[in-house]
């Protein structure tokens, strides 16, 4: 007895084919007009699927209904298929309404541009072979890094699982490059002694702050003069990395130096209020935003030296201080201290956790103020904190 071809299976043959909703702006009225030829189409296949047994045969009695139903889509909108500038500029304006950082939706958007053009169709009638097939592109002929394979995943799936919400099946060819584990870049004292030397003003202020809180970069860059409370020695961290607040000690070494600093910003404050330079602040909206922006506290405690003109809002702004000026400053420093070892922002944030676990600090306290979701995490510096391998001393100095 010959056995019915899988109308699921026959279903994923043609999909890649059909016009989905989301490739245009219909009006609310032809919503549920579309929704029933769909229907249509599926009962229409499921049939096609029943009457079958070659697969062959299926397959272009299937493709001929899908032609049917594109037409009749097609009629019900005179909107052409949606095309890449488009999509790209809905998923951003999707993207700041969820509050995902400005870095994120620009890298997201890349990647999801280049893989609209990879295939030259809209994502919507792609399914997860293409995926795999792209992803497989990256890793073998462009040969970019595993952070990039990563990131260039991550978009793509943020746009069919958040913005498209099509479920996909399980990509069992695809596999991304592992990340080799590699210990951290601790500076000793010496080394930071030598690195301090190198610097001055803003830069070994900031530098002074990351070794001696464990910031990460951008929560050091985008701290506003409101996230410092003197009275408690506490610098509140907000939307740190996964969108997560904590609290950091203020260095007592450093305290006079960042209220010298809250000081010339309240002077910039004035001059800015002046001329009509605002702040920008994500985080707020309507009226509330307005009055926020006219008070010191959310000004940046790291200021730009020059204000820009938003194009969207036309709004003259100041923002932070770039994060590259203070990599470039660490980068330098570093040569000029002679010091071997690759100096990076973020080099300090493992010597700060180093340093304290050598001084009997636990490794709970330490998670947090690291801001690990994971213990395993912060359990990496365990292995550096000895003198050696291990603790262990080479049988030559016995």
């Known amino acids: 007895m010959n056995k019915n071809i899988d109308s699921i299976a026959l279903w994923k043959l043609v999909a890649h084919e059909v016009y989905f909703f989301s490739k245009f702006e219909l009006p609310e009225e032809l919503i549920s007009k579309g929704n029933k030829l769909l229907a249509s189409l599926k009962r229409r296949i499921m049939h096609i699927a029943s009457e079958h047994v070659d697969i062959r045969i299926s397959e272009k009695s299937a493709l001929r209904a899908v032609f049917e139903y594109n037409q009749s889509v097609k009629k019900m909108t005179s909107v052409q298929l949606e095309s890449i500038d488009t999509m790209v500029g809905r998923i951003t304006t999707f993207?700041?309404?969820?509050?995902?950082?400005?870095?994120?939706?620009?890298?997201?958007?890349?990647?999801?541009?280049?893989?609209?053009?990879?295939?030259?169709?809209?994502?919507?009638?792609?399914?997860?072979?293409?995926?795999?097939?792209?992803?497989?592109?990256?890793?073998?002929?462009?040969?970019v890094s595993i952070s990039t394979q990563r990131v260039a995943f991550n978009g793509i799936m943020f746009l069919y699982n958040?913005?498209?919400n099509i479920e996909l099946d399980k990509m069992e060819?695809?596999?991304?490059?592992?990340?080799?584990?590699k210990l951290p870049t601790v500076l000793n004292k010496m080394e930071l002694k030598n690195l301090f030397a190198q610097l001055s003003g803003t830069h070994l202020l900031i530098t002074k702050l990351l070794y001696g809180t464990g910031m990460r970069l951008m929560e050091c860059m985008t701290l506003r003069?409101?996230?410092?409370?003197?009275?408690?020695?506490?610098?509140?961290?907000?939307?740190?990395k996964g969108a997560k607040d904590r609290v950091v000690m203020l260095p007592a070494n450093i305290a006079s130096e960042l209220k010298d600093q809250?000081?010339?910003?309240?002077?910039?404050?004035?001059?800015?209020?002046?001329?009509?330079?605002?702040v920008q602040i994500p985080f707020?909206?309507?009226?509330?935003?307005?009055?926020?922006?006219?008070?010191?506290?959310?000004?940046?405690?790291?200021?730009?030296?020059?204000?820009?003109?938003?194009?969207?809002?036309?709004?003259?702004?100041?923002h932070h201080l770039h994060e590259t000026v203070v990599q470039r400053a660490l980068h330098s420093a570093g040569i000029k201290a002679g010091i071997r070892k690759?100096?990076?922002?973020?080099?300090?944030?493992?010597?700060?956790?180093?340093?304290?676990?050598?001084?009997?600090?636990?490794?709970?306290?330490?998670?947090?103020?690291?801001?690990?979701?994971?213990?395993?995490?912060?359990s990496v510096y365990l292995h550096i904190v000895n003198k050696g391998a291990n603790g262990c001393l080479s049988p030559l100095d016995f």
Request: hydrophobic share 30%; charged share 25%.
């Open 225 to 240: 003069i409101r996230d410092l409370d003197f009275e408690r020695n506490e610098i509140h961290i907000h939307s740190g």
């Open 284 to 318: 707020l909206k309507g009226s509330k935003l307005v009055s926020k922006q006219k008070e010191l506290g959310y000004r940046y405690l790291w200021p730009a030296s020059r204000p820009f003109v938003d194009k969207q809002t036309g709004g003259c702004y100041r």
């Open 342 to 378: 690759s100096v990076y922002p973020h080099c300090l944030r493992h010597t700060f956790a180093t340093s304290l676990l050598e001084h009997g600090y636990d490794i709970r306290s330490l998670q947090e103020l690291m801001g690990h979701t994971d213990l395993k995490t912060t």
């Open 262 to 278: 809250v000081a010339a910003v309240a002077l910039l404050h004035l001059k800015d209020t002046k001329i009509e330079v605002s």
């Open 162 to 164: 958040k913005f498209l």
């Open 173 to 181: 060819n695809l596999k991304l490059s592992s990340k080799p584990v």
């Open 95 to 143: 993207m700041r309404t969820k509050g995902y950082s400005r870095k994120t939706i620009v890298a997201y958007s890349y990647w999801i541009r280049k893989y609209y053009s990879f295939y030259g169709k809209h994502p919507s009638g792609l399914d997860s072979s293409h995926i795999t097939g792209f992803i497989n592109h990256l890793v073998n002929q462009e040969q």
